[in-house]
Antibody, heavy 118, light 106 residues
Framework: QVQLVQSGTEVKKPGASVKVSCKASGYTFTNYGISWVRQAPGQGLEWMAWISVYNGNTNYAQKLQGRVTMTTDTSTSIAYMELRSLRSDDTAVYYC???????????WGQGSLVTVSS | SYELTQPPSVSVSPGQTASITCSGDKLGDKYACWYQQKPGQSPVLVIYQDSKRPSGIPERFSGSNSGNTATLTISGTQALDEADYYCQAWDSGTGVFGGGTKLTVL
């Protein structure tokens, strides 16, 4: 069965960076893209970015351009999302989901809480 | 940037039909998806490509999309359908979510 298992809770100080991982299993990793979606406490879902695992193409939300980078390691079927220059309003649960441009997000990870606090 | 608008809340009595709308410019020209999210859980895809149900999603969930509005319809609503629902579409390679609708079954 398809599973996306994410890394655990992170607590970071403002200005720091965080790297969240998402390990995929149960399907051919290179056949699907991976997207990242975040949800601030009590708020809605916000799409952040997608990556084509097949060729490494990416697309980032305009508001995060320059601060976020998505990568994948096809040898381990892991996708990574790195967010830099963290601010308090980056505090959120970060989800990886299978799916990219034009496709639905059909499987989701369990979420990774990132707290940014001094 | 492209925006999708949902009502913040919808209420329905058990057994009745709930309709949740999602509005966006020429949304009917795009595919709409719907996600259900219960407290403390990850979202679950309930409708994709406007009206298709993933395996395991009950038949009482249906969707439509035309003009500027996509609609999620839940027939014979049950208490376990109480959740937040989000519409989503793609616009020029960018993912867009609606603000979410809290469905209350009372």
């Amino acid at each position: 069965q398809v599973q996306l298992v994410q890394s655990g809770t992170e607590v970071k100080k403002p200005g720091a960076s965080v790297k969240v991982s998402c390990k995929a299993s149960g399907y051919t990793f290179t056949n699907y893209g991976i997207s990242w979606v975040r949800q601030a406490p009590g708020q809605g879902l916000e799409w952040m970015a997608w990556i084509s695992v097949y060729n490494g193409n990416t697309n980032y939300a305009q508001k995060l351009q320059g601060r976020v980078t998505m990568t994948t390691d096809t040898s381990t079927s892991i996708a990574y999302m790195e967010l830099r220059s963290l601010r308090s309003d980056d505090t959120a649960v970060y989800y990886c989901a299978r799916g990219n441009d034009g496709l639905p997000f059909d499987y989701w990870g369990q979420g990774s809480l990132v707290t940014v606090s001094s | 940037s492209y925006e999708l608008t949902q009502p913040p809340s919808v209420s329905v009595s058990p057994g009745q039909t709930a309709s949740i709308t999602c509005s966006g410019d020429k949304l009917g020209d795009k595919y709409a998806c719907w996600y259900q999210q219960k407290p403390g859980q990850s979202p679950v895809l309930v409708i994709y490509q406007d009206s298709k149900r993933p395996s395991g999603i009950p038949e009482r969930f249906s969707g439509s999309n035309s003009g500027n509005t996509a609609t999620l319809t839940i027939s014979g609503t049950q208490a376990l359908d109480e959740a937040d629902y989000y519409c989503q579409a793609w616009d020029s390679g960018t993912g867009v979510f609606g603000g979410g609708t809290k469905l209350t079954v009372l």
